[in-house]
């Protein structure tokens, strides 16, 4: 076969690093967003913050001019430090005091820190330590708090922990079971429960004996509990032989209860969300604008900027491609910025019913609608809404929150998904508890209001609302 050569034209889109970079800001998260910052500013000297201090980086030490330093960075021979003990410092003595003092001689007021909530444990070895208890009593409760699970239940049996404890111990069942007697009745009270139903049994037994609707709970978390979580009413009245009235006061009076009594103690980390974008009305025009607190300021170092100017170019090329990059990622965040704030506009251009009358006037929206309206690529409306936080008089949304799907109506138009959701809630809401409405109903209800939804698709709206299904929404 002869070889030949062969000349063929074809385009092909190469991503340069500055896009990439472009793309990856704008689908991060405020959060990710300064999480990537910081990185940046530690790798690169020519970029920082606007609010940070002047010289607070790269500043020429002992008062030095800027030539002085600027020749030592370059590689110019540095004079020698201080050599024997003018070299070394006594930070015990030569250290300035810890903070000022004010002119009456008091010490200055530091910020408070945040102490540490105990812990479940850490409460009830408190306790434990306060009781009259014999050593080897102790320690058998101690082993039991150390069993429990976050919700102040023990996560073991008894016999389980008797097995584990060293034989040579000689602990019988029967000791275990006073030492949980004496768990039992630390506070909160609960905590030692084996059992939901055990849980709320010691609660209720810790209230006045005269308390209305006390025996009644007694005897129904001791044995028709599932019976009350399915709310089978008939079957209630007919095992405790009791009126309506009666057993509505015993329910009402476990729902008080804490089923949960661990649950105040456990760790949990707090989340905060800074919007991205704050909606507010003007003029009777809804106006989306950046938030300031969610834009970081950034900046070209000056100092090193300078430098810059006063070095050749074969002596400055990596500080160049740091200067390059610098600038790129500044042009980049403000370009992220500009993005989503045009996309948030867009959106509240296309759903204003929804900032003035709420859930129920949300139009059917897809991110389609708003990359045509922009001229921007459908991708990059996703990733613009997605984390990304809008402040409204109404509350924050995700931006995401906006789009969903339609569902039509018998005139021809369209119901959002999320506006049926609004108006499925304020059925059940309504509804009278002793005949509550079925997804049936429900949709024969929106049918005569002229939305076409399938009982189906109610249902899978509801379970997406956490809205129980009727035979568990039904009350006395």
Known sequence: MKQTLQLKLSQQLTLTPQLQQSIRLLQLSTLELNQELEKFLMENPLLEREDAEPESIGAPPNGASREEYAAGESGAPASDPPSGDAAEIDWFTDAPAAGPRREDGEESDYPQLAAVAPTLSDHLIGQLALTQLSARDKSLVNTLIAALDEAGYLSQSLEEIVELLPPELEVGLDELQIALHHLQSFDPTGVGARSPAECLELQLKALPADTPGRELAIDIVRGQLEALAAHDYARLRRQLRCDDESLRRAQHLIQSLNPHPGA???????????????????????????????????????????????????????????????????????????????????????????????????????????????????????????????????????LKYFFGSHVATETGGACSATAIRALLKQLVHAEDGQKPLSDSKISQILGEQGIVVARRTIAKYRESLNIPPVSLRKSL
Do not use: C
């Open 264 to 398: 105040e103690y456990a760790a949990s980390e707090t989340r905060y969300i800074v919007p991205d974008v704050i909606v507010r009305k003007v003029k009777n025009a809804w106006i989306a604008s950046l938030n300031p607190d969610a834009m970081p300021k950034l900046r070209i170092n000056r100092m090193y900027a300078e430098i810059l100017q006063n070095r050749s170019h074969s002596a400055s090329g990596p500080m160049s491609n740091q200067l390059q990059e610098a600038r790129w990622l500044i042009k980049n965040v403000q370009q992220r910025f500009e993005t989503i704030l045009r996309v948030a506009q867009a959106i509240v251009e296309q759903q204003r019913h929804f900032f003035d009358h709420g859930e129920v006037a949300m139009r059917p929206l897809v991110l389609r609608e708003i990359a045509e309206t922009l001229g921007l690529h459908e991708s990059t409306v996703s990733r613009v809404t997605t984390q990304k936080f809008m402040a409204t008089p109404r509350g924050i949304f995700e």
